[in-house]
């Protein structure tokens, strides 16, 4: 009995201990999302540019079935489907292996195929794993709005063995080359962030912004051991990244380099249009990241030595913005240093926290190149591609070419000491109606045919099935380490399809997906060493390993096509036949010709009788109410009219013989008996009708007067205005004629004064007597005729020479801070060109001189004052615009000035000489 006690107390106190221990582990696992972007310039002039954003969710064994943070969505698909690993991408464009890098981890995991991309690992049986696949690309379809569903037969998917590294040979996959990708992708893949589009990081993605570049990839990575109580308890991860290539829209002011390849200036605001207003409020993290890659460092560190600067000083430090390479803003928070590998230099990482900014002050991050930088990014060993050999609707050829870059990283198998290989495995499918002869599989090293025994270390080829499944080819190559090209050929047949196997725009032609090259023994990943880089899920996931892999070309073979258009028109004129007999046998059936006759013939009798009864009782001749119901006439009123109207008619009394009404009586109606009361009324009908025809001739006639004084009036105003803008042209030509003969005149007079100067000069007489006179302070009035010729200045001061003086006055007042006088240049090109392109325009002509930004950039400085008065402009309204009147606009003079601010913009030696 004591023995049976101490059991049970021992078994209620291990279950409280491990209830205890694993509300502990509840409490401390709990749901995590972070977000961060990642932006690194490239060699080719554009901006990578990375958002990455991860939910992470505990087992529900542990946590439960309840989440406020990860999304419903993906939490159900997973349990659904039980879902092990995920990949979902959607992608427009190509990854540039030559100039964007092949040997790094964004471009080895981040970078995918054009099209979708889509692959799931299932814990489920062997047999039920088909099925499973198939209902998760219908959830997908509807999920993401795309045509996902496509992939659901199983000539469109398969189950690879080496190449995704899954052994329990639960793993499928499936991709659509051609799915064009949209804003209807991108907005369900906003609405599984927690924040959606309207706050933190997601907030920069701009439509036309993003779909405007150069390579867009959506990417959704799932992962999870909720089936699997043996791995460890780290529940659902859901991955999301962005990727996407810009083109930076603008360069900053003042800066401009000559050569083509030198890297432009950009900031959040011109490559997304947007700043950063602060983080996702449920975000653990939101950081935003400027990488420079190892061969960007090594760069730097060169141009920094031979400009005998410190190597500090292309990393951060007290005095970073005095760096004379490039320039930053706002300063980094911290700054990440990868550990230096095989490589010489590493990367490095510039850290800038969101949580500091907000709605009064927003982060827009920039960076400004000072001098030309050229670098190139790591490549792969080798570069891969695709292409097609033949012609014809027959049979072709696939090729695959593998050139050496040069790179030297990575492992490689050595046999002896001389002999050293390298291995590349392709993993290929084809469509079922691309007939692929895997026997006729040739490799050519260095141009030179080998033996396929010497260079396959393993193959495993699945032939297609027509209409049931496609090819795969899953290889091992085994390829020297010196080899310069390597290139695979194989031949095939193209098949024939059923009418109704093709798509709408089967003359396009039919896509074979990309196939991939994995160079085994590569792996690309960053190492920087410190425990805080770890906790940071984007920097965590750059140091995982990932292999070294690249996606060729989509190709694009044609097919045998059908004349689509036959059996239309087979269809068309089957149609048109039936319908016309049909109708015409149903019309003859269902129609009764005689009962329509009579009743239209009886109703006209009625009608006609009645009438003419009306109308000879008012006192007119049969006759004339004969004639008048002959002549479509169907009322009383309508009839008197008539009757009225060819009252004068000598026709009217006898009508055509076959207009009379078979209907008419032949007897003669008694006029004896009409009463005098009826002979009124049309008595006052017809003089009803004579006024209202009066009346309307008199109001018809007064219209038109009208009319005829109202354009009268019309020409004579136009004609005044017109003489009025002549004699207003006349006069403004007439004072640009006689401002040019003066200005004429003055030039002449200062030649010759120009010219007695030096002849005094070479005579060695003295000069002193005439001094040269101020240009800046000249006036019109000072150079009258009635003055003295001594007093003319001796060289001549030019519209060009005056605006140069001015400009550079305005530089050296600003030689300390060149980049506000650059700046007010710009303003200054800016007005002027405005001007020129649109000169009637009156916005472009008037300038607010209280303006915040006008006083910032030109107004504090009297020179830019000064310039914009040499080009026309007049201080009016008391000092509060500056105005060109339309009339005084001298294109040539807004020429002269645009040409001499350009030059000040684009010659670094401007103004230099001056004192």
Known sequence: MIRLKFIYLAFLVLFFTSESIAEERAVELDEEFTEALLLRPLPDRKVLALFH????????????HHHHLFPKTMYQLVHKFQIREMELSFTQGRWNYDRWGGYDPVSSSKAKPPGVELWAEFDVPQYQVDESWKNLTHALSGLFCASINFLEHSTTYFAPQWSFRSLSGKLRYGTLPREAVCTENLTPWLKLLPCRDKSGLSALMDRPSIYRGYYLSQRLHLTSDEFDVSRSNSGIMLEQTLTVVLQPSTLVAGVTFSDKLSQPSWSLSSLFGRNIYGKCSLSKSSNVYIQFEQNLVSELK?????SEESDKEIIIHDDFLKNSIYEMWPSPKRVIKEIENVVKEGSI??????DEYDESESLNLGLRWKIPVIWSCRQAPL?????????GNERGAIAILLKSTGSSYGEKTCDNEKECWMRVEIFQSVPWYVKVYYHTLQIFVDGELQSTTDNIENIRVSPSEDKVSPGVMEMVLRLPCGVKTAALTLEFDKGFLHIDEYPPDANQGFDIPSAIVNFAGFQANLSFGDEYSKKIPILAKLQERYPVLSYTEVLLVPLTTPDFSMPYNVITITCTIFALYFGSLLNALRRRVGEEERLLKSNEMEMDLKLMTELEAMGFSKAQVTKALSSGNSSIQAAINWIIDHENDTSSEMPPFHQVPAIIPIEAVDTNHISEQVKMRAQALRKQAHQKKADEERKLEREQEKERIRAGKERLEAKR??????????LAQRQLE???????????????????????????????????????TTSPQSLSVGRPAILLPAKPTAEREIMRECLRCLKHRNKEDTAQALRAFHTLLIYVTNVINNPDEGKFRKIRVSNAAFQDRVGKFEEGIKFLQLCGFEIVEGGK???LDQLKVRLNILKIAANELQNALTNPFFGLLST
């Open 53 to 64: 954003f991860q939910s992470n969710l505990p087992p529900t064994r542990i946590y439960g």
């Open 349 to 354: 990482l510039y850290e800038f926290p969101v």
């Open 881 to 883: 615009f500056l105005r």
């Open 738 to 776: 006689k401002e040019e003969e003066r200005r004429a005149r003055e030039r002449v007079r200062q030649k010759l004064q120009q010219d007695k100067m030096e002849r005094r000069g070479m005579l060695g007489l003295s000069t002193e007597g005439s001094t040269p006179m101020n240009p800046a």
């Open 721 to 730: 205005l017109s003489e009025e803008m002549d004699k207003k042209r006349f």
């Open 383 to 391: 570069h891969a591609s695709r292409f097609l050999l033949g012609s």
């Open 302 to 306: 060169k141009l920094s030595k031979q």
